[in-house]
């Protein structure tokens, strides 16, 4: 059996990595409705903070179990375009997501020191579950972007759901690993000296340890690094969040970096959706690129969700190797996510 299928050479970079203030000065071709499903949590204040910066967002909706009401009312006292409603427990879910030209789902609980992303998965899941099943039923054509970890399982969750109440479209459905590439730009321009709004790094797989694949050969524009300390970098972005969370010393996870990559993420897609042409990102979808399921390659964006695969491009061999190193992981995590969907009662 092949190790890819279809695998084509990138020929278009990824966006830069100061487009979140460049999306701040675009003007917005279409009103969009953004809807944040863990709106009070972590991530999703800050998130929730820069999409009400930009104006490509006329209705932010924010969601919560609790404290949603207070995030709501603080975030609409700023002077920008987007109305902001708030949208607290289970009865107020389907307002919340009614209408969502896209549904952010960074509900859930973090990491904490020793503990791995497979160790959130019980928790996580039926919170994933519960929320794809309400956009399933109330804004089935949404573009849905999931935060929640572990990010290799709670998609396969949420397209399963999708396929349960027949609405299921593969190319609407993402797991934001933007993030990934992010601290992959970040890592690569400090080791040269670079600046980090000229460089990017596309970084391929899932969303957690092994299963993240930075393609530093593909870097734009081209660098040249030993492979010890190509090796070095490829661990430390591999190992990036743990980093994080061991410097939070039980307070918490990556919540500001992982909301600046979600409103990157989200910049992108909306910007696709008022029809601008050219819009790369990463994200972890149902995929034909390797022999598993669902897997991170760029993604040309379009009007519909996924309107190109680009595919995992030309690879070196330490490459191939961090592939094949990351498939079992990623169909161990997969077949999780598709099993707790199989058996909920």
Known sequence: MSLFRGGRQIVTTLLVNNSIKRTLATSAKKDAKVCVLGAAGGIGQPLSLLLKNTPLVSHLALYDIAHTPGVAADLSHIETKAKVTGHMGPSELEAAVTGADIVLIPAGVPRKPGMTRDDLFNTNASIVANLADACAQFCPKTMLGIITNPVNSTVPIASEVFKNRGVYDPKRIFGITTLDIVRANTFIAEARGLDVSKVSVPVIGGHSGVTIIPLISQTTPPLSFPQEERERLSRRIQNAGTEVVE???????????????????????????????????????????????????????????????????????????????????????????????????
């Open 247 to 345: 410097a939070k010393a039980g307070a918490g996870s990556a919540t500001l970096s992982m909301a600046y990559a979600g409103a990157r993420f989200t910049f992108s897609m909306l910007e696709a959706l008022s029809g601008m042409e050219g819009k790369v990102e990463c994200a972890f979808v149902r995929s034909d690129e390797t022999e598993v399921k669902y897997f991170s390659t760029p993604l040309l964006l379009g009007p519909n969700g996924v309107e190109k695969n680009l595919g995992i491009g030309k690879l070196i061999e330490y490459e191939v190797e961090l592939i094949k190193e990351a498939l079992p992981e990623l169909e161990a995590n997969i077949k999780k996510g598709e099993d707790f969907v199989k058996n909920m009662k």
